[in-house]
C-alpha cells in the first residue's frame, strides 16, 4: 500500500478511502497544522487565496507535515446556483506528488439544500425542522452567540430558550461531519481525483490528463457553419503542452443556436 497524507480536520478521511483503495493508496490524516490559518470558508478569517490554490497549498503541506511523497488538501464553498436557484456546493480535493513533480485537482459540484432562517417565533420551527435532511445538523445565532454541531430535536430547544431575547438565525452546520449532503460531493470529488490520476499524458505520462477545456464550433445542422456550441473538449498536459481533442459523437447543432440561420 501507498501511503497518502490527506490534511483535513472534520474527519474526512473515510470518504477517501474506497475511492483510493482502487490506486492501492491508504488515506491517513494529518494533523497538527489549523487549516483556518488558509481562510475558512465559514468567514472566520478573509481568504486570500483562491479555492484551488487553498487545495493545492493544503496538499503541499500534508506531504510536507508527513514526509510522505503524496499529500492530499480538500477545498469546499458554497456560492449562488445557476440563475440564482439554490446553493451550489463545490468540493475541490488536490493531489500532489513531490517525488514525480505533479499535481492534479479534481472537482464535483451538487445543488444543496442548505438554508437559513431568521426566527422570530419557536412556533416557525414546525415547518422548517421537518424539512431538514437526516444527519444534517444546525447552527443557531444570535448576535455573537453561537452554537454548532446541533440536532433538530438540540436546536428546537435553543431556540427556544434564545427567542426570549430576541430574533435568532437558523442555519445549516456546513461542516463537512455536519452535512451528509456535502460528504456526498466530497465522496464524488474522490472518486473525480481516481479517474484523473488513472488518465496519464500520453506523451511524458503524468496523470491528470482530462478534457475539460470546452472546444466550441459545432456545425450547424443546416447551414453547416460553426456556432458556439460546444463541439468536444480538450485536454492539454500542464507538464509537456501535449493537446489531445475529445470530439462529441452527435455531429451538428440545432440552428436556433446559428448566427447564419437564427441570428
Ligand atoms: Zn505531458
Ligand atoms: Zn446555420
Known amino acids: 500500500m501507498q501511503q497518502v497524507a490527506f490534511l483535513t480536520q472534520h474527519g474526512k478521511v473515510p470518504l477517501l478511502t474506497e475511492a483510493l483503495a482502487a490506486l492501492g493508496w491508504q488515506i491517513q490524516a494529518v494533523s497538527g497544522f489549523?487549516?483556518?490559518?488558509?481562510?475558512s470558508f465559514a468567514g472566520e478569517r478573509?481568504?486570500?487565496?483562491?479555492?484551488?490554490?487553498?487545495?493545492?497549498?493544503?496538499?503541499?503541506?500534508?506531504?510536507?507535515?508527513?514526509?510522505?511523497?503524496?499529500?492530499?488538501?480538500?477545498?469546499?464553498?458554497?456560492?449562488a446556483g445557476p440563475y440564482g436557484l439554490g446553493t451550489l456546493n463545490q468540493e475541490l480535493l488536490c493531489c500532489v506528488?513531490?517525488?514525480?513533480?505533479?499535481?492534479?485537482t479534481a472537482v464535483a459540484q451538487q445543488l444543496c439544500s442548505a438554508r437559513s432562517w431568521q426566527l422570530t417565533e419557536a412556533a416557525m420551527l414546525q415547518?422548517?425542522?421537518?424539512?431538514?435532511?437526516?444527519?444534517?445538523?444546525?447552527?443557531?445565532?444570535?448576535?455573537?452567540?453561537l452554537e454548532k454541531a446541533l440536532t433538530p430535536?438540540?436546536?428546537?430547544l435553543c431556540c427556544e430558550q434564545w427567542l426570549a431575547k430576541g430574533a435568532v438565525t437558523?442555519?445549516?452546520?456546513?461542516?463537512?461531519?455536519?452535512?451528509?449532503?456535502?460528504?456526498?460531493?466530497?465522496?464524488?470529488?474522490?472518486?473525480?481525483?481516481?479517474?484523473?490520476?488513472?488518465?496519464?499524458c500520453p506523451r511524458c505520462h503524468k496523470p491528470g490528463f482530462w478534457p475539460e477545456l470546452p472546444l466550441a464550433g459545432l456545425p450547424c445542422a443546416d447551414c453547416g457553419l460553426p456556432t458556439s456550441q460546444p463541439r468536444g473538449l480538450r485536454a492539454c498536459?500542464?507538464?509537456?503542452?501535449?493537446?489531445?481533442?475529445?470530439?462529441?459523437?452527435?455531429?451538428?447543432?440545432?440552428?436556433a443556436n446559428c448566427p447564419q440561420c437564427n441570428p
Not at 34 to 39: A, E, F, K, N, P
Open 34 to 39: 489549523d487549516t483556518d490559518l488558509l481562510g
Open 46 to 79: 478573509p481568504r486570500f487565496m483562491t479555492a484551488a490554490e487553498c487545495a493545492l497549498r493544503k496538499a503541499a503541506l500534508a506531504a510536507e507535515l508527513s514526509g510522505s511523497a503524496i499529500g492530499i488538501g480538500s477545498e469546499g464553498s458554497f456560492n
Open 237 to 255: 498536459c500542464r507538464y509537456c503542452d501535449y493537446q489531445q481533442d475529445f470530439l462529441h459523437s452527435s455531429g451538428f447543432a440545432d440552428p
Open 97 to 104: 506528488n513531490i517525488d514525480e513533480g505533479w499535481a492534479v
Open 170 to 200: 437558523l442555519e445549516y452546520d456546513l461542516r463537512a461531519h455536519c452535512s451528509p449532503e456535502r460528504q456526498q460531493v466530497i465522496r464524488l470529488a474522490a472518486d473525480n481525483l481516481r479517474q484523473r490520476l488513472q488518465q496519464l
Open 127 to 145: 415547518t422548517i425542522l421537518p424539512t431538514i435532511p437526516d444527519g444534517q445538523l444546525l447552527l443557531v445565532k444570535q448576535g455573537s452567540r
Open 153 to 156: 430535536a438540540q436546536a428546537l
